[in-house]
């Protein structure tokens, strides 16, 4: 089931990290007013949610909350830039580019955990899983190759 709370967690930044690129066009709109109330609305949603759902569901209710106020502060944030001009996609390369390093680190976790590989508890499991996708991202980004410099 650790699982599970993996690709939830990955899943929530992930969002999180693609909002960051509507974010820097306010700023530079000069709308950054506007990235601070939605900060402050989405971080006081999330304190709600977890006073709420943590004490009845534990990890899961923390799960919930943090996908679900990271979820939707990216979708304001991309509706706010786009009323402003902004039509572009985040994702300038090929929309795989992002989604196969990802989706492999958490297949390969999966399936080592599903066929216990290893089992050494759920800190060591976490270092191996971040090595295995610190790795699986360099590689197919291509950061191991020698450059000419």
């Known amino acids: 089931m650790e699982s599970y709370f993996y690709l939830i967690f990955f899943s929530s930044i992930f969002f999180h990290q693609i909002s960051t690129g509507w974010e820097f066009f306010c700023y530079i709109e000069n709308k950054g007013s506007f990235v601070l109330k939605n900060s402050i609305f989405w971080g006081l949603f999330s304190f ?10 534990g990890i899961y209710g923390a799960l919930f909350t943090l996908f679900t106020s990271k979820t939707l502060s990216s979708i304001c944030l991309k509706r706010y830039a786009n009323k402003f001009g ?6 300038k390369r090929n929309l795989a580019t992002y989604f196969i390093p990802f989706a492999s680190s958490i297949s390969f976790f999966i399936i080592l955990k599903f066929f216990k590989f290893f089992n050494f508890g759920i800190i060591w499991d976490s270092i191996i899983y971040f090595t295995i996708s610190v790795f699986t991202f360099c590689s197919l980004f291509g950061f191991f190759k020698k450059s000419n410099i």
């Open 86 to 91: 902004y039509n572009q996609s985040i994702l």
């Open 48 to 57: 709600l949610m977890y006073v709420v759902l943590i004490p009845e569901f």
